[in-house]
């Protein structure tokens, strides 16, 4: 009778750690709810760039790193900058993993936003003489 009754008690013990488990699963394949985000325009130093997305916005000065919230969403990078025509992109997220009840999304690490000088809004002071 003993050997039933720790038998029984085992199994309830089993089934209340391995429903325990389940519920936690999820959140240690979470990930992180940020990441890190660089941002280039090659030639163009200085550049002020907005980074939008139906669920943010952040501003830097590029070249740098931000730190950006993980999302489903499109990004789009814009930059500007004095006598250069406007530059810009956009970053699609990818889907970093699935569970039963959760997404995650990653954009990439990097992104590059080309910059062109505009000739025709330059001044004579920015020119310059060979």
Partial sequence: ???????????????GCGHEVAQSKPEEYAGPLYQSLRVDTPGTQGAHCTLTSPAATYTLTAPQNITVERS??????TCSKDNHFQGSTVIQPVLAYRTADREAYAYPPSVVVPMQINHRLMTVDN???F
């Avoid at 009778?1 to 089993?14: C, P």
């Fill in 1 to 15: 009778m003993h050997r039933i009754l720790a038998v029984f008690v085992a199994l309830i013990a089993l089934t």
């Fill in 72 to 77: 489903p969403y499109p990004l789009t990078v």
């Fill in 127 to 129: 020119l310059v003489v």
